[in-house]
Each structure stands twice: as structure tokens, then as C-alpha cells.
């Protein structure tokens, strides 16, 4: 398959865009097939990002300071397998690599006294970091696998015990280019090096239970970038490694109605989000959810 975009700036003058895409699918035999892929993107600066670039003078705020004149663009690469067996055993494993350029810094902050009087004149705002900005490479796969076991004691072969297992497992690296002097970070920022999700149902007669767990490694926070830039006295630069466990419950009452139970982040872990733009107002460190817990009925009409 083939296809592409084309894009033409009307009412701001950035220079037209043709982005093509194309995959490619082999199928080795009934189980194994094999798959490429490479796509290219792109996102135009916006209105809201433009109108954030300003300079403070010592005097007044001018909102003619330069706002981003470039287009973001991204370029991926994929190859990878799917193989699946008719005893239900599944895999789909695939390698990529993604390349962005000219994106977009947000929270820019620069300072120059290039002014006859020798005044300081703070720049702010959002720029493009010039050529290649970030880049990132690895391996994801998805296992799962279903099994029935029939009871013997039934005259007629009824399934009454059925588990189905999902394993997702993810590993990156890469790096990013800040520009204005600043050194490439040795990981991209909120991005996990290993990621893994692991899921497994039980299902007898009406009751379904399912136990969940999550794990991501230590993250590089954006604050890292900035500590000289933004005169931080405290940062986190790495997030601690954390994972969680759910587990749900479901009892079938009839074709319509059902009881619920969930429990998320079942031992209460602490952890922190995605710690957003990287600016001074961000928070260093942003906690998210402990654990939950819900009850509740389903009604389905159909």
C-alpha cells in the first residue's frame, strides 16, 4: 500500500509539504508473516505557539519578538514479524526508528544586551531547535495466549474454565538536540527505557477475574535541561522506576446486567506523571493517583 499528504500554508508562509508513506506486507505461510513500514509527518507551527514569543524590556513587553518560522517534521521506519498458531499463541514483535526535526522548544528563554544603551532584553517564547532534534529507536512485541480446559465430568464438551494472558514489553533509546548551547540528553525526556504491561483473565461460568501489572523504568525528567538556564535551587532530574498492580472482578448476573469490582494501584504506589512542558512553572514533581477503588453495575440494552 502507498499514499502520502500534501500540505500549502494560505494566510503564513511556510513552504509546501508532500509527505509519503508506504508498507509493504509477506505472508511466509499461514503463521508467520512479515511487515515494513515508512511514513512521514509533519505539524505546522500554531497560532498560540506564534503569539507566546515576546521580549521583556526594561520598559514594555513587545510581541514581535521571532516565533517559530519552521515546520516540524518526522520521519519513521518499521519492520517487524506476526506469527500466530491455531492453538491460539500469538506474537507481533516490531523493530522502528523515528527521526523529528526543527522542533519546536517551548519555554525558550534567552538573554541579550545588544541594545545601544546596554540594557538587558529577555526573549521569550518558542523556537525551532534546528536540524535534527530528537531521535529514538527500538523494539516493541505484544504475546498472548488463550486457553480452555473442558470439564470431563460434562456430558457434552462445555468450556468451563477459559484464561487468556497479554504481555506487552517495549524498549527504547534515543536521544534530543536542545540547541542554544545546551548538551544532546542522554535519554528522550519522558521516555522509559523498558516498559512493560502484563494482563491474565480467568473466566468460570459467570465469574471473570483479571490481575494487571505495570512497570516503567526510570525516566529522564525535562527539568534536567534547564537547572543553569532556570536558576533551580532543586531537580529531579530521573523519575524512580515504578510499577503497579490492578485486578478486576465481574459477575455476570444475565445477558444485561453485571457486577463489578476494580482496584487500581492496588498497594498504593507513589509515583510521578509526565512533568509537562519543562518550564519554570512546571512542577518537579507531579504525583499521580493512589489507589482506587470502585463498585458498580453494568446495564447493556442490547
Known sequence: ??????????????????????????????NWTVRANYSEGFRRPSVYQAAQSFAILPNRIDPAFEDPQLTE???????GF????????????????????????????????????????WNYGMRNMPGLALSMYGFQGLFS???????PKEKRNKYKLSTRTEFFVLYARGKEW???????????????????QFRTFFTLGKLELMFA????????????AYPALYQR????????????WDMMMRFYLSNHFLLYFQLQNMYNRHYAGLDATGTPDDLLYNPQQGRIWRFGVNYNMN
Open 178 to 196: 536542545l540547541g542554544e548551547g545546551l548538551a544532546p540528553t542522554t535519554d528522550v525526556r519522558n521516555a522509559p527505557r523498558w516498559h512493560t
Open 213 to 224: 501489572s505495570n512497570r516503567q523504568t526510570s525516566v529522564l525528567s525535562k527539568s534536567a
Open 82 to 121: 506476526r506469527f500466530h498458531t491455531k492453538s491460539n499463541y500469538r506474537a507481533d514483535v516490531h523493530f522502528f526508528q523515528e527521526k523529528a526535526y526543527n522542533l519546536i522548544r517551548d519555554g525558550y528563554l534567552a538573554k541579550n544586551t545588544d541594545l545601544e544603551n546596554g540594557d538587558s532584553v
Open 1 to 30: 500500500v502507498g499514499g502520502g499528504s500534501a500540505n500549502v500554508s494560505v494566510f503564513r508562509r511556510f513552504d509546501p509539504l508532500i509527505m509519503p508513506r508506504g508498507a509493504a506486507l509477506y505472508r511466509i505461510d499461514s
Open 233 to 244: 535551587g532543586v531537580t529531579q532530574t530521573r523519575y524512580p522506576t515504578f510499577r503497579s
Open 145 to 151: 495466549s488463550e486457553n480452555y480446559n473442558i470439564n
Open 73 to 79: 517534521t518526522i520521519r519513521s521506519y518499521e519492520i
